[in-house]
């Protein structure tokens, strides 16, 4: 995207102080930080929306995350880190997927804020149970892709067994 922020440091056409840097992802200082020591992490290639994402740069991204907070922690003795991920439509100016990892300190006055509400019970219930649904499927089905479906076991209760093998693989 030509008026998009990320993608011109990504491409180098804006100057960056660079962190990190491959193929798929770029990690910056952010030059206008909420606090002190704020960094970006986002990848190279304009992407909104973050269900999209593949597996390989969402891990990369949270990876780099934590290993700079290390780096960081020593240097600034922070207390506490807000990591924010946007992508698409989040009122932001730019839509491109992005992780903001902000160190906190005490006193460091800044408020992040939600409206919440008390959510009805019975729709809490319904969606847990479409999502937990979902994932079983999810991770059936992708089992079944790598030909290694195991026995299935009838149960009532939801099997975590398969989402644990699931992950295992992914990681
Ligand atoms: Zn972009």
Not at 51 to 60: A, F, G, M, R
Not at 61 to 75: C, D, E, G, H, Q
Request: proline share 4%.
């Amino acid at each position: 995207m030509d008026d998009c922020v990320y993608c011109k440091i990504a491409n180098k056409t804006l100057p960056s102080y660079i962190l990190y840097e491959d193929n798929d992802i770029i990690c910056v200082l952010d030059i206008l930080p909420p606090s002190k020591g704020s960094f970006l992490i986002f990848p190279k290639l304009h992407i909104e929306d973050y269900t999209i994402l593949s597996d390989e740069i969402n891990q990369k991204m949270i990876t780099i995350a934590k290993y700079i907070s290390i780096i960081l922690k020593n240097k600034l003795k922070f207390n506490g880190l807000n990591i924010l991920l946007s992508s698409g439509e989040t009122g932001q100016r730019y839509k491109h997927i992005v992780i903001q990892v902000i160190p906190r300190f005490k006193d460091d006055n800044i408020r992040i804020s939600f409206n919440r509400f008390r959510e009805d019970p019975s729709f809490l219930e319904e969606l847990k149970n479409y999502i937990t649904a979902e994932l079983i499927k999810m991770s059936q089905q992708y089992l079944n892709s790598e030909k290694k479906e195991e026995k299935k076991e009838t149960k009532k209760d939801i099997d975590y067994k398969l989402l644990n093998q699931w992950f295992e693989k992914r990681i």
